[in-house]
């Protein structure tokens, strides 16, 4: 006699993670975002300068050039190995312009140079998902959505990330790393922390300060365990996990370039017996010409700011960076929204300390950098502006039921319900005049200078341009910074004159400057500018005119 026991399986339905009102938001916040960002995409005189290195670079990806000189053939893990930037920017823009070369007839300078604003505005975009979860986790689905279209909107966000620059791929891969810390947090498995970990070191692979994702998350998860909230084996066990995924994505890298990254300003921050250039007096390439100030950064002026205090000019440095690039009133609302949710803070939220803890780093990370290498730009603060809309976001609701309370304000809102979106409205529309403005529409003579010189110079002729673009635009550095070798009958000086140039300060600057004293442009853009400019000018002039250098 035998007897069966048995038992049927039933199959349970997944368990839903977006629903209609989740669907509608985000739809209305991508849409906002495209729109953004293919307006500035569309009306961008030239891309940044940083956008020639990545273009070069996805190219080399592509199709990889032997250095100039050597002839000796290359292969792309070779270009990893040599180039300054992380790989998943440049990757990111070979895809785009591969998916480019058949949708739009432009030449290659112009085609890879769009793929870098492309690859970019994309990642902005998709960025809309992970920070629209990460707000309806922590606080509600108006603040993921007022979050999300924050970001999408203000001044140097949208700009930042429409141009030509990685901005757009790092922030996506560490809102993901943040998204999932904060899950980790609030429901603490190993595989949870395995997964943030991961994200996080695709953070790093786009920007080496994306490991500021996992140290964040490590703090919480020692905090965790030290205050008891978690047994303390099972902390070291997520913390464990979390490194383990950090290293599974960004060891392969570090073994490949043999080290922490391959840019100069981390190298510059953390070694203790280098004087950075600009503390000696040398400002590198981007420094102001005498105000101190750049376009978008602060730096420190060796002869006007002599006698200052370093810490002091740092600490200054930064707030007014981190303050305009969170467009002044996000900042206040992100003060009150901390002040707000104190009592979950102390009452250990850890979902919530992941964001605050991330934005504590950031601002340490910056103050070090201002006061370390004494150069502090709006494109470091992208990080702590995203972290700010969420939280800023989050402040909306606890200052509108302040001012109901004020005696006089109190009468001025009539429908309380409508007050945080009318907010939210007010916000964007302050924003949207200083977003829509062109990108970089000073340098647009650079592009039809180069075009000038792709028809005009000579196949052994040299370039000297001090700023770039018009070698870029001319097809003569695609696959690799300037390289003249020999003696050329004609040397092409390229010169900005008019209004100060930010890059006053560039190594060729002055030296093409003195190349160009006493002979007259063969080309200027535009045409009819005054003498004293604005205006994109090209001068030739024979070889043998030059004083021997």
């Known amino acids: 006699m035998s007897a069966e026991v048995g038992g049927q399986l039933e199959a349970v339905a997944a368990r839903r993670a977006l629903f209609g009102p989740d669907y509608v ?5 991508v849409l906002v975002g495209i729109g953004v960002h293919a307006w500035l995409v569309a009306h961008t005189a030239v891309p940044a300068r940083d956008s020639l290195g990545f273009a070069r670079y996805a190219l080399n990806l592509s199709d990889p050039h032997p250095e100039p000189g050597t002839g000796t053939p290359r292969q792309r893990i070779d270009v990893i190995r040599a180039a300054e930037q992380p790989p998943a920017y440049p990757a990111a823009i070979w895809v785009t312009e591969k998916v480019l070369r058949s949708a739009c007839p432009l030449p290659l300078p112009d085609r890879a140079l769009l793929a870098t604003q492309v690859a970019n505005a994309a990642a902005a975009v998709l960025l809309v998902v992970p920070l629209y979860l990460t707000g309806r986790m922590l606080f509600s689905r108006n603040v993921g959505f007022a979050g999300a279209l924050l970001f999408q909107v203000l001044p140097v966000a949208a700009r930042v990330t429409s141009d030509g620059l990685s901005e757009g791929v790092y922030l996506l891969a560490s809102a993901a790393a943040v998204m999932l810390g904060v899950r980790a ?11 943030c970990g991961l994200a996080v070191g695709a953070s790093y692979l786009a920007r080496p300060e994306g490991l500021l994702v996992g ?47 391959n840019k100069s300003t981390p190298g510059a921050i953390l070694n203790p017996w280098e004087t950075p250039r600009i503390w000696q007096g040398q400002p590198s390439a981007g420094a102001a010409p005498a105000g101190g100030l750049a376009v978008l950064g602060a730096w420190w002026n060796p002869k006007e700011d002599e006698g200052k205090n370093r810490l002091v000019w740092a600490a200054a440095a930064v707030w007014t960076e981190v303050i305009k690039a969170v467009h002044y009133v996000v900042g206040a609302l992100t003060l009150v929204a901390i002040g707000a949710h104190r009592r979950r803070l102390f009452a250990g939220d850890l979902g919530l300390w992941v964001p605050v803890a991330l934005s504590g780093l950031s601002l340490v990370l910056l103050f070090f950098l201002a006061a370390r290498v004494g150069y502090v730009s709006e ?35 009539v429908w309380p319900a409508a007050a945080p979106a009318v907010l939210l409205a007010v916000l964007v529309a302050s924003a949207l005049p200083y977003t829509f403005k062109t990108l970089h529409p000073h340098r647009e003579g650079h592009k039809h200078a180069g075009k000038w010189l792709a028809a005009h110079a000579g196949e052994g002729d040299w370039v000297q341009d001090p700023l770039a673009w018009a070698e870029w635009y001319a097809g003569r550095t695609l696959y690799h910074p300037p390289h003249y070798p020999g003696r050329p009958k004609y040397v092409w000086v390229v010169l900005e004159k008019g209004k100060g140039s930010p890059h006053s300060r560039l190594p060729q600057w002055e030296e093409a400057r003195q190349r160009a004293a006493g002979h007259r442009p063969v080309y200027r853009w535009p045409g009819d500018a005054p003498e004293a400019g604005p205006a994109v000018e090209v001068y030739k002039i024979p070889f043998a005119d030059l004083a021997p250098r």
Request: aromatic share 4%; glycine share 14%; with cysteine.
């Open 25 to 29: 938001r985000l739809a209305a916040v």
């Open 185 to 195: 947090a609030r429901r603490p498995t190993v595989g949870g922390f395995l997964v």
């Open 215 to 261: 140290m964040a998350v490590g703090l919480v998860a020692c905090a965790a365990g030290l205050a008891r909230l978690w047994p303390r084996d099972a902390a070291l066990g997520r913390l464990a996990a979390l490194g383990v995924g950090v290293a599974l994505v960004a060891v392969p890298y570090m073994v490949v370039i043999g080290k922490l990254t």
């Open 379 to 413: 494109r470091h603060t992208v990080l702590l502006v995203m972290l700010c809309c969420l939280l800023g976001a989050a402040g909306i609701g606890p200052v509108v039921r302040g001012l109901a309370h004020v005696p006089v304000l109190g009468r001025v809102v």
